[in-house]
């Protein structure tokens, strides 16, 4: 079994920054696509970025792109989220997840039904 804790959110203005951490634990990641996901109060939740088991390949949605950045480090069994630029409409809990790409570059938007694990969620508020 896999467990994923997510670290980093809080609260901070237009325009700041944040890093989000997620730690893997359990079992080795190394296979897995790992990605991050976002809840908005009174919204379903959205896929936001992924990253390939290797690092190699990443996507995000069109809303982040040129600001938020997904890596990770396979050694530490962690993937972390820059997110720069970041604006109100950013602001609500990010999950965590994680799903098996058997070792495949190739990723791309996934729905929450394709996940195999998730972390818990942190809450990111960005003030104007």
């Known amino acids: 079994q896999v467990q994923l804790v997510e670290s980093g959110g809080g609260l901070v203005q237009a325009g700041g920054s944040l890093r989000l951490s997620c730690a893997a634990s359990?079992?080795?990641?190394?296979?897995?696509?790992m990605g991050w996901f976002r809840q908005a109060p009174g919204k379903e939740r959205e896929f936001v970025s992924v990253?390939?088991?290797?690092?190699?390949?990443?996507y995000s949605v069109d809303s982040v792109k040129g600001r938020f950045t997904v890596s990770r480090d396979n050694a530490k069994n962690t993937v972390y989220l820059q997110m720069n630029s970041l604006k109100p409409e950013d602001t609500a809990v990010y999950y965590c997840?994680?799903?098996?790409?058997?070792?495949?570059?190739?990723?791309?938007?996934?729905?929450?039904?394709?996940?195999?694990?998730w972390g818990q969620g942190t809450q990111v508020t960005v003030s104007s």
């Open positions: 359990g079992r080795t990641v190394s296979s897995y696509a």
């Open positions: 997840a994680a799903w098996l790409n058997y070792y495949s570059d190739y990723v791309r938007k996934v729905s929450d039904r394709e996940v195999d694990h």
């Open positions: 990253i390939s088991w290797s690092g190699y390949s990443t």
